[in-house]
């Protein structure tokens, strides 16, 4: 089992940058993608990007492209979305996932996911 926990998240304005963190711990061993989520009150959970665990490409939601970055240090056991040039309609409430190593992932689509943080909330005001 894989443990994830969040942090990072709070206020900011728009414009502005936050970094969150995502530790993993446990049997980390078994991760093969890391992924990025978020879920805004009455809306439904949204892929904002993930990256391969052990090396590999990232992928990004259009909604974020250019503006956020997925990196990780595996050293760490831990991965960061580095949010730049934020807006409003980013607030939300952002939470980290994984997939157990298969050699094929869909990483985009919450329900594949084997394991989550609790997320962390971040507000951007206008």
């Known amino acids: 089992q894989v443990q994830l926990v969040e942090s990072g998240g709070g206020l900011v304005q728009a414009g502005g940058s936050l970094r969150l963190s995502c530790a993993a711990s446990?049997?980390?061993?078994?991760?093969?993608?890391m992924g990025w989520f978020r879920q805004a009150p009455g809306k439904e959970r949204e892929f904002v990007g993930a990256?391969?665990?052990?090396?590999?490409?990232?992928y990004y939601a259009d909604s974020v492209k250019g503006r956020f970055t997925i990196s990780r240090d595996n050293a760490k056991n831990t991965v960061y979305l580095q949010m730049n040039n934020l807006k409003p309609e980013d607030t939300a409430v952002y939470l980290c996932?994984?997939?157990?190593?298969?050699?094929?992932?869909?990483?985009?689509?919450?329900?594949?996911?084997?394991?989550w943080g609790q997320g962390t909330q971040v507000t951007v005001s206008s």
């Open positions: 446990g049997r980390t061993s078994s991760i093969g993608i």
């Open positions: 990256i391969m665990w052990s090396g590999g490409g990232t």
């Open positions: 996932a994984g997939q157990v190593n298969s050699g094929k992932y869909y990483y985009t689509i919450p329900n594949r996911y084997d394991f």
